[in-house]
């Protein structure tokens, strides 16, 4: 085949790609697998690259989840009483890095507000002594569990809201959620400079296992371990997983993939964080 030739059978393959790519956006709706295969066409045609694929991914997967599945628990919430003093306000701002706190009452269940720590520089410019967590709070963002995510953070666009309380089918809190937390669904995990060093994402222990953190990208996976995961669907080995058991599964549970034993070490009701890898 000479170099006109060559050159003509690479724009029609283009030509055919980009009128395949065409029909998923026109016409009748197409299936959301039919969707992924299109895109995933892209990528190995270098049309878009591998961020670019994992974001759209996770920007079509926000629309079916609920914030149920992405907050923070309850038991994990880091509050501040409403009755606090200066010192215990700024020791927990300090040791959490954090930058936004339910504060709760009497009964720890009721949320009074929520403090942004820099609204406390206010304090600080002030000649008085006196100290009333009450004068710094705002009012709670509150939304129900059932929520979907990307209708929660368009609310978060709109209203310039950072944090929002989720509460139960009952009225009792069930969690929090940070407009951090919903990006990371679409973006993958957002570190900042107040988040320690991680280790490396697959270590090999002494005794011949692995620890595996859930998020290495399957395709990472695959050519660590010669294994043939699909990626088409989840860019995780944790997607992978979670899918396969139909929800988080709890510490200590096994799963076996074709002689790749996977069990749980970390996790919580909302991510599966760690794993250890025993090959057979």
């Known amino acids: 085949m000479n170099e006109d030739q060559s050159t003509i059978s690479s724009e029609q393959e283009k030509k055919s790609w980009l009128e395949r790519l065409s029909n998923a956006f026109s016409g009748e709706p197409k299936t959301r697998k039919d969707l992924y295969i299109i895109l995933q066409e892209a990528h190995k045609n270098d049309i878009i690259d591998a961020d670019a694929l994992h974001m759209i991914k996770g920007a079509l997967k926000v629309s ?36 936004r706190f339910p504060v709760v009452g009497d009964d720890k269940d009721e949320i009074e507000g929520v403090l942004l720590a820099k609204d406390l520089v206010n304090y600080f410019t002030k000649s008085s002594n006196d100290f009333d967590l009450a004068n710094y709070i705002r009012e709670p963002v509150v939304v129900p569990e059932s929520k979907r995510v990307n209708i929660l953070l368009n609310e978060f666009r709109t209203s310039r809201n950072h944090m929002a309380i989720i509460i139960d089918e009952y009225g009792g809190v069930a969690g929090l959620v940070t407009i951090e937390d919903l990006l990371e669904e679409i973006v993958g995990e957002i570190d900042d400079e ?10 090999k222990n002494n005794d011949g296992t692995y620890t595996i953190n859930a998020l290495v990208p399957v395709e990472e996976f695959n050519e660590c371990f010669n294994s043939e995961f699909s990626n088409e669907e989840f860019d995780t080995i944790g997607g992978i997983i979670v899918n396969s058991q139909g929800r988080v599964p709890d510490i200590g549970e096994t799963m076996n993939f074709d002689g790749y034993l996977f069990e749980v ?16």
Do not use: W
């Open 64 to 99: 079916d989840i609920q914030v149920r599945q992405v907050m923070i628990p309850r038991a994990q919430m880091k509050v501040i009483a409403m009755d606090a003093d200066l010192d215990d306000v700024l020791s927990i701002i300090v040791e959490s890095g954090h930058s």
């Open 194 to 203: 107040t988040d320690e060093e991680e280790d490396p994402q697959i270590q």
């Open 265 to 280: 070490t970390v996790s919580d009701n909302r991510r599966l964080q760690q794993l250890k890898l025993t090959i057979r």
